[in-house]
């Protein structure tokens, strides 16, 4: 038993260290022009832990699998709309316009895998103003894969113990004889969704 609460344990550890990434950057120039199809680089960091953003690319890389919130807030300073874009593994999943002189935003929840490539480009070329951090790019892993393997191993071990429990109070020869079984079928379907 001791074995076992040690395993859960160190999966717990494990869970919280992968499970802590958070980033947010920004511009730091007074306005900035890009032209469309290029990626956004905020050069400033403020946050970033885990390391998974970098200021080199301008592209937040996964190394936990899980479900991320991403934000990206802009200013046009311009006299052409800007339409800017988070893109997961170079595929739109959040636009934000900005009419002349405006703002805009955009928020988005995704699934990530270890690998996956989350930036900022522009739809269209446009100046994008970045006078008091006004231009930003932010996100933060709420749930990882992990924890819910964690989850489940620890809800497994927990029936295991009932059962294992009522087994044992039980004293005819027949849930002597069913009580190995029960275990190891009960370890193998939790290990299987694990």
């Known amino acids: 038993m001791f074995i076992i609460a040690a395993h859960v344990q160190n999966e717990l550890e494990l869970s919280s260290a992968e499970g802590e990434v958070a980033f947010y950057a920004h511009r730091s120039d007074g306005s900035h022009s890009i032209t ?8 400033q960091v403020v946050t970033n832990l885990g390391n998974g953003y970098s200021t080199a ?7 936990v699998s899980g479900y991320y919130s991403f934000t990206l807030f802009h200013q046009n300073s311009g006299d052409t709309d800007s339409n800017l874009a988070i893109m997961v593994n170079d595929i739109s999943v959040c636009f934000s316009p900005a009419a002349y002189f405006d703002q805009g935003s955009c928020t988005v929840n995704v699934e990530l895998q270890p690998g996956d490539v989350v930036n900022v480009k522009a739809t269209s070329s446009s100046t994008i103003s970045s006078n008091g951090k006004g231009t930003g790019f932010s996100g933060s892993l709420y749930l990882a894969l992990q924890a819910i393997k964690v989850h489940k191993l620890v809800v497994g071990l927990c029936c295991t113990l009932i059962l294992d429990f009522a087994f044992s109070w039980r004293r005819d020869k027949n849930a002597s004889q ?3 079984p029960t275990l190891v079928s009960i370890f193998t379907i939790f290990n299987r969704n694990l």
């Open 36 to 43: 469309a199809g290029s990626i956004m680089i905020f050069d």
């Open 57 to 63: 690319s301008g592209s937040f890389t996964a190394f």
């Open 178 to 180: 069913l009580r190995v």
